[in-house]
């Protein structure tokens, strides 16, 4: 496939009013900014209700001032399961990456004046954000929040108040979130999909774009196809709780001594249109993570990426696979045996394009100049999180294993640190590394590494035991262990693990202080801080409002030029015509 060439631009008019120019833009880097921000508040959320469910599970008996009755209920801890997984899954770990950074950058490092559809950029943010409200809005309508878990199982999640608290308005409203996201993420997908494939610069093949590009793009393919299917899942549910419909309840339910009037529904029908969306989710998550630290490691190692083609493949064979496993979620629902071999096969082999990406990671540091900056260090943060809880996958990529530890704290370390923590890292590795072009200014080295390692050993020291916790047969969920005698064995591995959520929370602070700080009060950035090679480092720092001045570029190489032999400086940049490259051999 060859690149389209940018003729005939029309002349881009900076808007001039507030309202146009900073609410309702359609400037890809304010839209992208929208996005960034969106996350960092529902981060700041999701961090709040995750610490408040550790001060819970090690302090059970505890009198709170702003919990109704003063001791919170299990119902209430539920709650804040459910609330804290929703905010963090979609809000935070699927809207920074390819919201935030993607919208921003993608169309600068493609060479490209804005999005292929820049009204439904706009539009596409303000849906989310209207997911937003009204996932907040179940926190204060009557019952409170949803308990049925960031899953929404059926059939709690679709019976109605009858279910419990916070199944009446809080859970419709958290169906209706979660509709408007998939809405909402539908339409970013297309406006990915149609940018990177129509107006990528002269020269820009595809084995030309930068890795973080091929993330992003492969990212837009799988939620094309996945957030349609949660979409539908939830317009069945919706019509299930408020029009009488019976798609996954069953006949004979009786809850709280009353017979439901349903009849023929699935349960299993949702979990599976739950996790045929759910899987790719957390490679939605993930890849994006993958593209900036693989783009990270190359700059700070000054050496291009080591096997820079297969690490594209094996992002479309990620994404590939990441469909077709959705089943390792189910394999306590019943399945066939041979339907729980097949699915384990499955999941085993996406190690296989995993691993090429982690040997292909530890290539690119071999032997370079490391360069051990804010934005270096998450990113090898990123690895580290992502083989660790990876490896501790394979053991539940096997039924027999599974069955055993499904429903236990195993699970729980499992995924936060492969997709939650690992998918943060990137983030913060993407916040460090671009801020400079963002802002214009250059974000503390000193406050950065101090947020790196505080987060980086609390992330451990808070996931690592609780794999422990899961062995031993911690149940997850139960808002008190305690009541248990093995249960009560566990509390002083709660203890440590929520001293250290706590410490690693309040670390937090030190990259909230760093970047507002740094807005104003940053050294200030050149174009090109990092000497790196890709066409976003061409432009001024923050672009301008068609990203290159008028001036598009074409590119004549890949983007990954670092320490080329026989040159004076150890990078050339993509825009770089032969005879400007010649000019800069040694003579």
């Keep these: 496939m060859s690149s389209h060439a940018h003729t005939g631009h029309a002349v881009v008019v900076e808007p001039s009013g507030f309202i146009r120019k900073y609410i309702f833009s359609v400037d890809h880097k304010v839209i992208g900014i929208q996005y960034f921000l969106l996350a960092l508040a529902a981060v700041c959320i999701g961090i709040v209700l995750s610490v408040l469910m550790r001060f819970h599970l090690v302090y059970p008996g505890a009198h709170l001032p702003f919990v109704n009755g003063g ?13 804290h997984g929703t905010t963090m899954v979609f809000f935070v770990l699927t809207t920074a990456p390819p919201g935030g950074f993607g919208n921003y950058f993608l169309p600068i490092q493609i060479g490209a004046p804005d999005m292929a559809f820049p009204r439904l950029n706009m539009l596409s943010f303000w849906v989310t954000f209207l997911a937003f409200v009204a996932i907040l809005a179940a926190f204060v309508v009557p019952g409170g929040a949803p308990i049925s878990g960031w ?44 940018t990177t494939i129509d107006l990528r610069a002269p020269g820009m093949t595809l084995f030309r774009m930068p890795l973080t590009v091929w ?94 083609r297969a690490m594209a493949m094996a992002l479309c064979a990620i994404g590939f696979l990441g469909f077709m496993v959705w089943g390792h979620h189910m394999f306590l629902s019943g399945m066939s045996p041979y339907s729980g071999f097949a699915f384990s096969v499955l999941t085993m082999s996406i190690g296989v ?13 071999w032997g370079g100049k490391i360069q051990f900056k804010s934005p270096m260090l998450f990113a090898l943060g990123f690895v580290s999180l992502f083989v660790s809880g990876g490896l501790s996958g394979l053991f539940l990529a096997q039924p027999a294993v599974d069955n055993m530890l499904h429903a236990t704290y195993y699970v729980v370390a499992h995924f936060h640190l492969v997709m ?21 200014r250059m974000m503390s080295e000193p406050l950065g590494k101090l947020h790196f390692w505080f987060t980086f050993v609390g992330a451990y020291c808070i996931f690592m035991p609780m794999h422990f916790v899961g062995l031993a047969g911690g149940i997850r969920r139960y808002a008190d262990a305690t009541g248990t005698s093995y249960g009560a064995t566990l509390q002083p591995l ?72 026989g040159y004076q400086q150890d990078f050339i940049p993509q825009n770089l015509t032969p005879e400007e490259a010649a000019l800069l051999k040694l003579k």
């Design 71 to 83: 001791i919170m209920t299990p119902e209430q801890y539920l709650a804040l399961v459910t609330m």
């Design 151 to 194: 899953t929404g199982y059926t059939p709690l999640s679709g019976m109605g108040e009858v279910a419990g608290p916070g199944e009446g308005g809080g859970q419709t409203l958290w169906i209706v979130s979660i509709s408007l996201f998939c809405l909402a993420s539908l339409l970013g997908a297309l406006n990915f999909i149609a």
């Design 215 to 308: 993330g992003w793009f492969v990212t837009a393919i799988l939620g094309l196809l996945a957030f349609g299917v949660l979409l539908a899942g939830g317009i069945l549910l919706l019509l299930d709780r408020s029009a009488g419909t019976s798609f996954f309840l069953p006949a004979g339910l009786v809850v709280n001594d009353q017979l439901q009037p349903h009849s023929g529904g699935s349960p299993l029908l949702w979990q599976h249109l739950f996790w045929f969306f759910g899987h790719p989710e957390v490679y939605i998550a993930i890849l994006p993570g993958m593209g900036v630290a693989s783009h990270i490691l190359s700059t700070f190692s000054r050496k291009p990426v080591f096997g820079y």
């Design 353 to 365: 394009p995993s691993a090429i990406k982690t040997f292909n990671w530890i290539g690119t540091l």
């Design 420 to 440: 939650g923590v690992a998918a943060i890292f990137g983030i913060f590795a993407a916040t460090y590394f671009w801020f400079p072009k963002m802002f214009g």
């Design 494 to 565: 709660h203890m440590f693990m929520t001293y250290a959520a706590f410490i690693t929370a309040a670390a937090q602070l030190f990259f909230l202080f760093n970047f507002f700080w740094s807005l104003k009060h940053g050294a200030v950035a050149g174009k090109n801080p990092w000497n790196a090679t890709t066409l976003e480092w061409i432009t001024d720092s923050p672009p301008p409002i068609d990203n290159f001045g008028g001036q598009y570029p074409s590119v004549y190489r890949g983007p990954y030029e670092f320490s080329i032999p």
